[in-house]
């Protein structure tokens, strides 16, 4: 199997606070995570790459320092979004890619922020 | 530069028909991997079937098969004896080169059902 969990599936949040989604690989080493951001009927929207032991790639546009990744270990990966806006309320996806098969990635169930 | 279209908004089907969901990408590459990938409501993604273009092939996955035409750069899903379950968001996905395992996906395409 290729589980991928996320935590918390929902969160409220008041305005100016920070939260933090974790994204684990439950059964397999994830060689790389990537992190979404979808909203209503649309599609996905990738916001970084990030590999175990290395900085975060982000997406052209995606502010580094208001979203903050960290991939500590090939199972965890979390995403932080720091001073956050109502505007950040969205459904954060992350993924995982395990090998050999390149590009096929594995999906989280997702996590729905709403800031206050 | 890498697209994916989907320009079919919505679909919809009788419950136990066949619907076909249309898919172009734009490449320069020769081989190279396609996917499907459902979100239902609960919206984890799924994926629902890989194709290797190298493969002459279409690929098949129960009631899912593709139609792949490489030189018209065409990737549509069919799905066979639709189901009430098929009912979600269907999205295409491409890997564009060099790309460290990065997924472009397209607009995506709502499925309904109808029973």
């Known amino acids: 199997g290729a589980v991928v969990s996320q935590h918390p599936s929902r969160v409220i949040c008041k305005s100016g606070t920070s939260v933090k989604i974790e994204c684990r690989s439950l059964?397999?080493?994830?060689?790389?995570m990537f992190w979404y951001r979808q909203f209503p009927k649309q599609s996905l929207m990738l916001m970084a790459t990030s590999n175990e032991g290395s900085k975060a790639t982000y997406e052209q546009g995606v502010e580094k320092d208001k979203f903050l990744i960290n991939h500590a270990s090939l199972t965890l990966s979390t995403l932080t979004v720091t001073s956050a806006h109502p505007e950040d309320s969205s459904f954060y996806i992350c993924?995982?890619?395990?090998?050999?098969?390149?590009?096929?990635?594995?999906f989280g169930p997702g996590t729905r922020l709403t800031v206050t | 530069a890498q697209t994916v279209t989907q320009s079919q908004p919505e679909m919809s089907v009788q419950e136990a028909e066949t619907v076909t969901l249309s898919c172009t990408y734009d490449?320069?590459?020769?081989?190279?991997?396609l996917f499907w990938y459902k979100q239902p409501p609960s919206r984890q993604m799924i994926l629902v079937i890989r194709q290797e273009a190298y493969k002459q092939q279409n690929a098949t996955e129960n009631r899912f098969s593709v139609n792949f035409q490489k030189a018209a750069k065409s990737f549509s899903l069919k799905i066979s004896d639709s189901q009430l379950g098929d009912a979600a968001m269907y999205f295409c996905a491409y890997p564009p080169p060099g790309a460290n395992s990065k997924l472009t996906f397209g607009k995506g395409i709502t499925l309904s059902v109808r029973p």
């Open positions: 059964d397999f080493q994830a060689t790389t």
């Open positions: 490449t320069s590459e020769s081989d190279y991997y």
């Open positions: 993924s995982a890619s395990k090998g050999p098969l390149p590009y096929e990635q594995y």
